[in-house]
Each structure stands twice: as structure tokens, then as C-alpha cells.
């Protein structure tokens, strides 16, 4: 069975993008599509981004054990909110202090708003630098406009049918990815 991160990329308070990172866990383990483990940015304080871990001389114990997590997962789908028409400093800081884990990654984005376009806004920026460092970024996004109004607190759908009918195609695709990159490296 293939291992899936699910990065949850807001510290922010009181976030709302958490609900969706909660509801794509709950579904691919509840398909039992894959091995999921969330990476909570929020439970990490990471140092600003001054040097990869590569060049660190004295790396922090637990950017390293990401770092690892990161190496071993098949793929790894990102829930990002929109802030200004950009993703999250902390998402940023993260991906950058990473880069050989990030080369022929399978990556889906997820994207997430309060308001009508569903953070599409950050895609653009995001993808152009998860393509700089050799991510393979799933071409389905999956993009969640008025979270508020679709997932509760615990990352349920209020609409389940067509919420996991949409989460389908788009874990789907990821796992595509997955398998195809698992193909590529034995042949």
C-alpha cells in the first residue's frame, strides 16, 4: 500500500485549511486507498529559512526526521490556504529548507479559501516552485472555496456525496501518479 503525507500548511489561528487536511485523511484511510500520516505545520516551529538541511552543520533533530518522512512517502498532498494571493511563510520556509526529497515526488495541491475562488490564486506561484526543485505536481487540483461553509471542525464534508465524489478523482490522480513513478523506478 502506498504512504501518503498529508502537509497541512497553516499556522495561522483559528485556521480553517486544517478541516480539509482532517477530511482527506479520513478519506483515503476510510477507502483504504493508501497509508496516510498528517505533517502539521503547526505543531513544528521550524528555524527561518537561513540554509537547506543538506548544509546544515548541526541540523534541528526533528527537520531531519521530516525530512525522512518526506524520502519515504510514495507522494504527498499538500492543503494550502490562500493568504493575499500567495500560500503561507510557513509552507514556503518548509518546501525550501527541503530539496532532494522534494526530486520526482508525486505532489497534489489542494488549495483553500473563505471566499468564492478557492485559493486559486496560489497555485501558480506554488506549482512554479515545486517544478524548480523537480516535484512532480499532479496536474488535478482540488481547489475548496468557502471552507467554512463546506467542512466542519473535524473535517467533515457537509455535502459527503459530492465532497467524496470530487476527493475521489482527485486522490485518484495522485495515486496515478504514485504508481506510475513506482513503475519508472524499478523498470
Do not use: C
Request: charged fraction near 25%; hydrophobic fraction near 45%; charge should be neutral.
Amino acid at each position: 500500500m502506498s504512504k501518503i503525507i498529508i502537509l497541512s500548511a497553516s499556522v495561522r489561528l483559528n485556521r480553517n485549511s486544517h478541516r480539509v487536511a482532517l477530511f482527506f485523511s479520513k478519506y483515503i484511510t476510510g477507502h483504504q486507498l493508501a497509508e496516510v500520516e498528517i505533517l502539521d505545520l503547526n505543531e513544528y516551529k521550524f528555524p527561518i529559512f537561513e540554509e537547506r538541511l543538506r548544509f546544515m552543520k548541526d541540523p534541528p533533530a526533528i527537520l531531519v526526521a521530516l525530512s525522512e518522512k518526506i524520502k519515504a512517502a510514495d507522494g504527498v498532498l499538500i492543503v494550502t490556504p490562500e493568504y493575499n494571493g500567495g500560500y503561507p511563510a510557513a509552507l514556503k520556509n518548509f518546501v525550501d529548507l527541503l530539496y532532494s526529497e522534494w526530486r520526482r515526488k508525486p505532489v497534489a495541491l489542494a488549495t483553500v479559501s473563505d471566499g468564492m475562488f478557492g485559493g486559486a490564486q496560489v497555485t501558480t506561484s506554488f506549482v512554479f516552485s515545486m517544478w524548480k526543485i523537480g516535484a512532480l505536481v499532479v496536474p488535478a487540483m482540488y481547489p475548496v472555496p468557502k471552507v467554512l461553509d463546506n467542512y466542519d471542525t473535524d473535517g467533515n464534508a457537509i455535502d459527503k456525496p459530492a465532497t467524496e465524489k470530487r476527493a475521489g478523482k482527485f486522490v485518484d490522480e495522485l495515486l496515478w501518479w504514485i504508481n506510475a513513478t513506482k513503475a519508472m523506478e524499478q523498470s
